[in-house]
């Protein structure tokens, strides 16, 4: 009897402890909570860029593509192509009137449902973000339109697309009130190397297509969406985490429907042509991101495919012209030279030749004046005087010109333009005394003398080599 009473008071012990333990445990919550929230009101995050003014993300720099996030939720689910999108949105035009409102609105990404320029910004914000989306006609377009469907899912991707899509004018800038409310992207993982390779290539086709429109931004967005299908499936151990991960989450897609499993040589062809792909759409990734002036990033993308392949040689052209753009013009011509030792007849080789060389001949040139003025303490007026003294042949009229717009006026300019002026002073001054000129005649007479003036005050700023004849 004792041990069960004993027993029983162990029990009641270990309970208390627990339910001690739990109410501890969420106290700590609740301060941790609270801690949290006080770090958050004291040191909010920065702003993102786009809340400072409206950004300009056009390829030419032109404001014809403006994006403005009123609200951010920083939670970094970002659209992209083939990705599930639901959208409330407000289409006005630039003086305020409504022409479409629409809440919850659902589509697919990238195959037509809205213009190229609402996606171009659309993809810039993340899920439950607020923005303003300034559009001009200029994006207002559906390129892929004009692109033939190479497959029947793309086909009926795209009937659905245009049985979708919103009707808008397309001939005047438009202004998108947009709130992000949900995000699904679409993933390679799982497909089967046929569906993968069918993916990929299709992304390249439409982003050669933009290039070639040059959509640099849009181009590099289906490269960089159309890599993410080239990549081998983790283990499938680590496959059964990332699907369990996703049961838990929301899901819109309709789930997969399960395919056998190819022949292991079939696979092995593919995979063969995958790399074929994977390597033309690394290159685009090259080509887009020197289109776009990102220099650094094409150079880093070039180094890493010559890693693997020494002597690619559209690889070595690509980072010649990221080079290029870095000013590295020594290296850029290695790579050059090095096209050139493997295709002795590649013409665009030695055209980018040709081009450093101009480039470094220009760059000497700058040098030569800076290290010239330092050297010699001379004024750019002075180097302009010095130019202006080796000048042969022409008219006198043609040098005194040339010389009086570089500030290289001579004591003989002064005595001439004095005379001349001195003249039409005499001149005006008989109309004035003599001559009935009327109104009209003491206007023209009163602008003469003001520019007679106006004359010498300008000789008088420009005149460096009569204080130099003083200095001397």
């Given at each position: ?75 970094g689910n970002r659209p992209d192509d083939f990705g599930i999108v639901e959208i409330d949105f407000i289409i006005q035009d630039e003086e305020g009137k409504e022409i479409m409102n629409k809440k919850r609105f659902e589509f697919v990404m990238g195959c037509g449902v809205f213009p190229d320029g609402f996606e171009s910004c659309l993809v810039g914000i993340s899920e439950g973000d607020e923005a303003k989306f300034t559009v001009s006609p200029q994006h207002l377009t559906f390129h892929l339109d004009s692109r033939k469907p190479s497959s029947k899912e793309e086909e009926s991707q795209r009937s659905e697309a245009k049985l979708k899509r919103i009707s808008i004018p397309l001939t005047k800038t438009l202004v998108f009130q947009v709130k992000l409310n949900y995000v699904e992207a679409m993933r390679g993982r799982g497909l089967r190397w046929d569906e993968k390779n069918e ?274």
């Amino acid at each position: 009897e004792e041990d069960y009473e004993t027993e029983g008071l162990n029990g009641k012990e270990e309970e208390e402890e627990e339910e001690e333990e739990e109410e501890e445990k969420e106290r700590r919550n609740k301060f941790l909570e609270h801690g949290l929230k006080e770090a958050a009101e004291k040191n909010p995050p920065p702003p993102h860029p786009f809340f400072q003014k409206e950004q300009d993300i056009s390829d030419k720099g032109d404001n014809s593509l403006l994006v403005f996030i009123s609200k951010e939720m920083h939670k970094g689910n970002r659209p992209d192509d083939f990705g599930i999108v639901e959208i409330d949105f407000i289409i006005q035009d630039e003086e305020g009137k409504e022409i479409m409102n629409k809440k919850r609105f659902e589509f697919v990404m990238g195959c037509g449902v809205f213009p190229d320029g609402f996606e171009s910004c659309l993809v810039g914000i993340s899920e439950g973000d607020e923005a303003k989306f300034t559009v001009s006609p200029q994006h207002l377009t559906f390129h892929l339109d004009s692109r033939k469907p190479s497959s029947k899912e793309e086909e009926s991707q795209r009937s659905e697309a245009k049985l979708k899509r919103i009707s808008i004018p397309l001939t005047k800038t438009l202004v998108f009130q947009v709130k992000l409310n949900y995000v699904e992207a679409m993933r390679g993982r799982g497909l089967r190397w046929d569906e993968k390779n069918e993916y990929s290539l299709r992304l390249k086709e439409e982003g050669n297509e933009y290039f070639s429109n040059g959509n640099y931004s849009i181009a590099l967005r289906k490269y960089e969406k159309g890599i993410e299908f080239t990549f081998d499936d983790p283990s499938e151990d680590v496959m059964k985490i990332l699907e369990e991960m996703n049961d838990e989450e929301e899901r819109r897609r309709k789930p997969r429907v399960k395919k056998e499993k190819l022949l292991k040589e079939r696979e092995d062809e593919l995979k063969k042509q995958r790399d074929i792909t994977k390597n033309q759409i690394e290159l685009n990734i090259c080509a887009a991101k020197i289109k776009r002036k990102m220099f650094g990033e094409a150079l880093d993308s070039t180094n890493y495919l010559i890693k693997e392949n020494p002597n690619n040689v559209k690889a070595l052209y690509r980072r010649g012209q990221a080079k290029i753009g870095l000013k590295q013009y020594d290296e850029a011509i290695h790579d050059f030279s090095t096209i050139c030792r493997l295709e002795p007849e590649n013409s665009e080789a030695k055209k980018q030749l040709s081009k450093i060389e101009k480039l470094q001949q220009g760059e000497r040139e700058k040098e030569k004046k800076l290290y010239r003025r330092m050297f010699n303490d001379k004024t750019e007026e002075q180097e302009n005087l010095e130019q202006i003294k080796e000048i042969k042949g022409g008219t006198a009229l043609e040098r005194f010109l040339i010389s009086f717009f570089t500030g290289g006026v001579t004591s003989q300019h002064i005595m001439i333009l004095n005379v001349s002026l001195g003249l039409l002073l005499l001149w005006a001054v008989w109309l004035a005394v003599f001559a009935d000129v009327g109104i009209h005649g003491y206007i023209f007479i009163f602008l003469l003398v003001g520019l007679i003036f106006s004359v010498q005050w300008v000789l008088s700023m420009v005149d460096v080599t009569k204080k130099e004849e003083k200095n001397e």
